[in-house]
């Protein structure tokens, strides 16, 4: 039996801790080491977020919860809680686009805008988008791969994120996996914007002028693309989807930052829990399990590992009573992983859903998109049936979203490539 099975096996029996299970299985120990290299304080929060049943008050942080349910009830009520005023990601970003942030992105035009984009990103869109962008690239690394080289899986995805991007969003860029990275450092820069920003969303006037300058460079290009996109970009879609260019270059820029770090983060730490839990043979054993793998693979990873809200009016849950001006932290991470290993046998876990992407009105746009590269990834790693290891990894420091800085894997099968 392989290595990475027998240190998986007794985790499949215990009731998960995130604590002392995170330094018990190998899967475990590397996404608690992933977690605290990008932000030492997150594997604390997680850890307390065990006792927020439903939810405590953390001195400096406000409220936080790790209760699907009552996370599930913060995210659906709009009445009670808000993104928008200090503490929540509308704030942030309305300091850097504009007001119009405030009717866009939680106001009335947000209901609007959610309505005629709701095409966007279907299964079949997703699907077809991913084919167009990464169909040659991939190719690439499948050949690579299945002929023993190291691929850096790590490096791989941001490339790949970056050329969805410039796909997406039909910007002029040179084809080359430099060019690609740089696009994806440009993201990067932008989500940093938020660093820092889970106890305030008030930005230094010099961050703000800062991400405007990285906005235009990524978005500069709609104002002349708009009239003419070919309805296969995102720019065209929106379009004919009836949205203005104000409502189509803030959701690029929405786009860009919601979608880059998360889903590169969500690739390589996919690969690293398929063989740190040994679950990879149980898919290659059954191919029809992929749906499941990319599920509990979002589940576990949760890239995007805390939700802010903002309450906008008293309420009580439980014994407890929000006030009017405070802020509660949804921890998600805790939430999902609280349901167990990774396990690409686990059925969906109704109680979850899939809170690894939000719920309510602001849950992830591009879950579809996601899925679909995510699908793409675990079909390059097993698709031919042959397992793979874990050759290295870095873990990437002082990140906004947890993600291997470096992970290179390479086919078990396959002579020693260096
Ligand atoms: C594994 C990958 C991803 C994860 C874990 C993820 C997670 C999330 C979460 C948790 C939210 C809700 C935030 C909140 O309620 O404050 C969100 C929103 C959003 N995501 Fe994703 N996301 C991922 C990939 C993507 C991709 C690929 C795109 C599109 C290219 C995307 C576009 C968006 C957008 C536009 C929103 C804002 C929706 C709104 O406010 O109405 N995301 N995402």
Same mark, same amino acid.
């Given at each position: 039996?392989?290595?990475?099975?027998?240190? &998986?096996?007794?985790?499949?029996?215990?009731?998960?801790?995130? %604590?002392?299970?995170?330094?018990?299985?190998?899967?475990?120990?590397?996404?608690?080491?992933?977690?605290?290299?990008? $932000?030492?304080?997150?594997?604390?929060?997680?850890?307390?977020?065990?006792?927020?049943?439903?939810? *405590?008050?953390?001195?400096?942080?406000? !409220?936080?919860?790790?209760?699907?349910?009552?996370?599930?009830?913060?995210?659906?009520?709009?009445?009670?809680?808000? %993104?928008?005023?200090?503490?929540?990601?509308?704030?942030?970003?309305?300091?850097?686009?504009?007001? !119009?942030?405030?009717?866009?992105?939680?106001?009335?035009?947000?209901?609007?805008?959610? =309505?005629?984009?709701? &095409?966007?990103?279907?299964?079949?869109?997703?699907?077809?988008?991913?084919?167009?962008? !990464?169909?040659?690239?991939?190719?690439?690394?499948?050949?690579?791969?299945?002929?023993? &080289?190291?691929?850096?899986?790590?490096? %791989?995805?941001? #490339?790949?994120?970056?050329?969805?991007?410039?796909?997406?969003?039909?910007?002029?860029?040179?084809? /080359?996996? &430099?060019?690609?990275?740089?696009?994806?450092?440009?993201?990067?820069?932008?989500?940093?914007?938020?660093?820092?920003?889970?106890?305030?969303?008030?930005?230094?006037?010099?961050?703000?002028?800062?991400?405007?300058? #990285?906005?235009?460079?990524?978005?500069?290009?709609?104002?002349?693309?708009?009239?003419?996109?070919?309805?296969?970009?995102?720019?065209?879609?929106?379009?004919?989807?009836?949205? =203005?260019?104000?409502?189509?270059?803030?959701?690029?820029?929405?786009?860009?930052?919601?979608?880059?770090?998360?889903?590169?983060?969500?690739?390589?730490?996919?690969?690293? %829990?398929?063989?740190?839990?040994?679950?990879?043979?149980?898919?290659?054993?059954?191919?029809?399990?992929?749906?499941?793998?990319?599920?509990?693979?979002? $589940?576990?990873? /949760?890239?995007?590992?805390?939700?802010?809200?903002?309450?906008?009016?008293?309420?009580? *849950?439980?014994?407890?009573?929000?006030?009017?001006?405070?802020?509660?932290?949804?921890?998600?991470?805790?939430?999902?992983?609280?349901?167990?290993?990774?396990?690409?046998?686990?059925?969906?876990?109704?109680?979850? $859903?899939?809170? !690894?992407?939000?719920?309510?009105?602001?849950?992830?746009?591009?879950?579809?998109?996601?899925?679909?590269?995510?699908?793409? *990834?675990?079909?390059?790693?097993?698709?031919?049936?042959?397992?793979?290891?874990?050759?290295?990894?870095?873990?990437?420091?002082?990140?906004? *979203?947890?993600?291997?800085? /470096?992970?290179?894997?390479?086919?078990?099968?396959?002579?020693?490539?260096?």
């Amino acid at each position: 039996m392989p290595v990475a099975e027998d240190l &998986e096996a007794p985790v499949r029996e215990r009731t998960l801790n995130p %604590l002392t299970d995170g330094l018990g299985s190998s899967a475990r120990a590397h996404e608690h080491r992933l977690l605290s290299a990008a $932000r030492p304080a997150l594997p604390f929060l997680n850890w307390l977020g065990m006792f927020a049943k439903p939810l *405590i008050k953390v001195p400096g942080l406000g !409220w936080i919860t790790a209760d699907p349910l009552t996370a599930r009830a913060v995210l659906t009520d709009p009445d009670h809680f808000t %993104l928008l005023s200090e503490g929540g990601v509308g704030h942030l970003w309305a300091q850097i686009l504009g007001d !119009w942030v405030y009717d866009l992105f939680d106001g009335p035009g947000h209901h609007d805008l959610r =309505t005629r984009s709701r &095409e966007l990103f279907t299964e079949k869109t997703s699907a077809a988008f991913v084919e167009r962008a !990464w169909g040659g690239r991939i190719e690439d690394a499948r050949r690579a791969f299945e002929a023993g &080289e190291d691929v850096d899986l790590a490096d %791989l995805s941001r #490339i790949l994120v970056g050329q969805m991007v410039v796909t997406l969003l039909g910007m002029p860029a040179e084809d /080359s996996d &430099e060019a690609y990275r740089e696009i994806f450092r440009t993201g990067e820069e932008l989500a940093a914007t938020a660093l820092g920003t889970t106890a305030d969303t008030v930005l230094p006037p010099e961050k703000i002028a800062a991400a405007k300058v #990285i906005v235009e460079k990524l978005t500069g290009h709609i104002d002349a693309v708009f009239p003419t996109a070919s309805g296969d970009t995102i720019i065209g879609r929106c379009r004919d989807l009836g949205l =203005t260019l104000q409502e189509t270059k803030g959701l690029s820029t929405l786009l860009m930052v919601a979608g880059t770090e998360t889903a590169a983060s969500a690739m390589a730490r996919t690969a690293a %829990l398929l063989f740190d839990t040994g679950e990879q043979h149980a898919l290659i054993a059954k191919p029809s399990l992929l749906e499941n793998a990319v599920r509990e693979a979002l $589940r576990v990873t /949760s890239p995007a590992p805390i939700i802010g809200r903002s309450v906008l009016a008293d309420l009580t *849950i439980g014994r407890h009573t929000l006030r009017a001006g405070e802020r509660i932290v949804v921890l998600t991470w805790t939430a999902n992983n609280l349901a167990g290993a990774y396990r690409v046998d686990r059925d969906y876990i109704p109680q979850n $859903r899939q809170l !690894w992407f939000g719920a309510g009105r602001h849950l992830c746009l591009g879950g579809p998109l996601a899925r679909a590269e995510l699908s793409m *990834i675990v079909q390059l790693l097993v698709g031919d049936g042959q397992p793979f290891r874990v050759v290295s990894r870095r873990y990437g420091k002082g990140v906004l *979203i947890p993600a291997y800085e /470096s992970l290179v894997v390479r086919k078990v099968t396959s002579p020693v490539s260096r």
